[in-house]
């Protein structure tokens, strides 16, 4: 296994943005998945949906190149049956035996018991935003990325496209996109 230098992981970055171009993230609870269409609200920038525009554009951000430690946070609804990995709502429906048999036991099938269902039960109640950012500091974290969807696709923060986010019908998360930056101290 070949080691990634910090320059390669920065070219490994320009996919971020180019994949949030390319498609519309998967309807996990029925939603519409077809292409959004062109925003009309949206001003002009220096982006195309294209790879080449990305590849002329993109600049990997002079903070991101000096930090030395960041974090990058997986968390989101499958955190509630907190079983094997994030990967659990794809694994629950069959493609994984032993989940899907976790899952029957702990919960009931799958058809009376959906991962739709531990939307609810995600409260966050726990979670304390200004621990974790103190906590972060000290580290010496210099940025903290946190999902804005997994692949699950629900909705870290109060989306326009979907009805399954944080806002609607999570824990009510508005501080899930402010606290990263206190985390890395630049609040």
Known sequence: MSKLTRRQFDSLLTMIP????????????????EPIAAATTTPRGSYEPTWESIKANYQVPEWFRDAKFGLFIHWGVFAVPAHVSESYSKQMYGNNREITRWHAENYGSQDQFGYKNFVPLFKAEKFDPNAWAELFRRAGARYVIPPAEHHDGFAMWDSTLTRWDAKDMGPNATWWVSWPRRAAGRA
């Open 18 to 33: 180019a994949a949030a171009l390319s498609r519309r993230p998967l309807g996990a609870w029925g939603q519409a998945t």
